[in-house]
Nanobody, 115 residues
């Protein structure tokens, strides 16, 4: 069974940092792209960053230079290092992958940035 478990969220002041983790199981982690999305209150879910199985990484424009994605294929975990956090980064963060034609989502981890 494909499972994704996101963790690491919390409350942080503006300018602070957090590192989110996405632990995966039930599929060959190395072979699949993993994405981080976020959904702020009252807004649609948006892509924050993604890492392909080939190591190609893309970032949403507002997080470029502040967020960094790394993946540990041995631990089957993808990380989202978030620096210089701003109140606009407040959201529930989800990790996701597409396996066998289906999208799978983790349960989300909440990030709150206070001004």
């Amino acid at each position: 069974e494909v499972q994704l478990q996101a963790s690491g969220g919390g409350l942080v002041q503006a300018g602070g940092s957090l590192r989110l983790s996405c632990a995966a199981s039930g599929f060959t982690f190395d072979d699949y792209s993993i994405g981080w999305f976020r959904q702020a209150p009252g807004k649609e879910r948006e892509l924050v960053a993604s890492s392909s199985s080939e190591g190609n990484i893309e970032y949403e424009d507002s997080v470029k230079g502040r967020f960094a994605v790394t993946r540990d294929n041995i631990r089957r975990t993808m990380y989202l290092q978030m620096n210089s956090l701003q109140p606009d980064d407040t959201a529930v963060y989800y990790c996701t992958t597409k396996w066998s034609g289906r999208d799978f989502w983790g349960q989300g981890t909440e990030v709150t940035v206070s001004s």
